[in-house]
């Protein structure tokens, strides 16, 4: 388990919060997107890989931040 400054704590929580944020954008974007129905489906595939791409960041920073704890 590696220790974190509290600079390192800082940006990670930063780059989180940024990533979650995204994540819910693409999210709606994604669901507007299908609502029209005249959609590119090749960009909806783009947007999904995207979103996809940053839960797996998402999951890693969480692991980071928040390890798990053996009681």
């Not at 299908?34 to 996809?52: N, P």
């Amino acid at each position: 388990m590696m220790t974190l400054t509290p600079e390192q704590r800082a940006a990670l929580g930063l780059e989180l919060a940024t990533k979650k944020q995204e994540h819910g954008d693409l999210d709606a974007a994604i669901t507007a997107m299908q609502m029209t129905g005249t959609a590119d489906q090749m960009a909806i595939q783009r947007l999904k890989k995207k979103k996809l791409q940053l839960k797996d960041r998402i999951i890693q920073l969480e692991q980071i931040l928040i390890p798990d704890i053996i009681a």
